[in-house]
């Protein structure tokens, strides 16, 4: 089945110790898009792709970044965790063809634990 | 900017009993609206949506109808089960996906 996959489902990492949590998707969807979400709070778009166009969120902290090698694949990267940037991280996709909108693909997200 | 206003829980309710969850939209253009639904401890699945008004989205016995006039997409299932407890969210989609706050559904036995 096609679907959006993110490895791995838990990663624990160390205060100010880089991290990277991956994405990959089978859909072929030329949108990939980077959520947080804290506790029992709605999730919060960090950044996305379209296609190899990078579109960051005003309000997403620097300690972010984001790479796309090719269409299957989307990493985040957090430079310097802090015990504020643990949380769910979504990865989810979308095929946009700039005409309509059209439904986003949530893979099951990778938690993040910060000690 | 467009936003989501949904109907804040938790809601408790008995296996068969009726489920409503409010949701009001406010938006420039003509967006897309979705109800997602989160299980816990995973990512959300798409539950179903609309994209004009007056389209009826319904999926898994859930529907909700796009109200163009009360700018309103509220989700309704006649008769819940227990496996139907999760966080229910209401979106739209100018874009980019505009979430409401969530609402948390336990469906008690």
């Known amino acids: 089945d096609a679907m959006v996959i993110q490895n791995p489902r838990y990663q624990v990492t160390q205060f100010g110790k880089p991290v990277t949590l991956s994405c990959s998707q089978t859909?072929?969807?030329?949108?990939m898009y980077w959520y947080q979400q804290k506790s029992s709070q709605a999730p919060k778009l960090l950044f996305h792709y379209y296609d190899k166009d990078f579109n960051n969120e005003a309000d997403t902290p620097d300690n972010f970044q984001s790479r796309r090698p090719n269409t299957s694949f989307c990493f985040l990267d957090i430079r310097s965790p802090g015990l504020g940037d643990a949380a769910m991280y979504l990865c989810?996709?979308?095929?946009?063809?700039?005409?309509?909108?059209?439904?986003?693909?949530f893979g099951p997200g990778t938690r993040l634990t910060v000690t | 900017g467009d936003s989501v206003t949904q109907m804040e829980g938790p809601v408790t309710l008995s296996e068969e009993a009726f489920l409503t969850i409010n949701c009001t939209y406010t938006?420039?253009?003509?967006?897309?609206l979705f109800w997602y639904v989160q299980y816990p401890g995973e990512g959300l699945q798409l539950l179903l949506k609309?994209?004009?008004?007056?389209d009826k989205g319904s999926n898994k016995g859930f529907e909700a109808t796009y109200r163009k006039e009360t700018t309103s997409f509220h989700l309704e299932k006649g008769s819940v089960q227990v496996s139907d407890s999760a966080v229910y969210f209401c979106a739209l989609d100018d874009y980019k996906l505009s979430f409401g706050a969530g609402t948390t559904v336990t469906v008690r036995a």
């Open positions: 989810a996709t979308s095929r946009d063809t700039g005409v309509g909108s059209y439904e986003q693909y």
């Open positions: 609309a994209t004009k008004a007056d």
């Open positions: 859909l072929n969807h030329n949108v």
């Open positions: 938006a420039t253009g003509y967006p897309s």
